[in-house]
């Protein structure tokens, strides 16, 4: 799935009760693939909407959420609470799925130094 702003790693819904994973990216390890999947699928039961992990053209992933405009189960703050709480425990993943990105689609350099 691509667009001229992002490219989706992977993505759920919690209408359609499906979970989409970008073939492009299919040499993750599987252990990461199924992590995403649980992750993405979770969040879209528990917060009732459609989720995308997407990369922005510099490789940072972005939670992008959408709702059907007649879901009255959606709560906008809980939502944006849901996604700091799972950028806060799935950081190093997240962080690590930004590296390979950049590294292998964007073709830079890998930065390995520890920041100060």
Same mark, same amino acid.
């Given at each position: *799935? ?15 009760? /499906?979970f ?11 252990? %990461?693939?199924?992590?995403?999947? %649980? *992750? ?10 459609v989720?995308?992990?997407?990369? +922005? ?13 007649? +879901?009255?189960?959606? +709560?906008? %703050?809980?939502?944006?609470?849901? %996604?700091?709480? &799972?950028? &806060? /425990? ?20 890998? +930065? ?5």
């Open positions: *799935m691509y667009n001229e702003d992002y490219v989706t790693l992977c993505g759920s819904s919690g209408y359609e009760k /499906k989409y994973f970008n073939e492009a990216f299919d040499n993750l390890p599987d252990s %990461i693939k199924d992590e995403l999947k %649980i *992750m993405c699928v979770l969040f879209t039961e528990e917060v009732s909407c989720l995308t992990l997407d990369f +922005d053209e510099e490789g940072t992933l972005h939670f992008n959420v959408r709702t059907e405009e007649d +879901d009255l189960l959606f +709560d906008d %703050i809980s939502c944006g609470l849901k %996604i700091k709480e &799972m950028q &806060m /425990k799935k950081k190093e993943l997240l962080e690590s799925l930004e590296l390979y990105y950049k590294v292998f689609a964007l073709g830079e350099s890998p +930065d390995l130094e520890e920041p100060s």
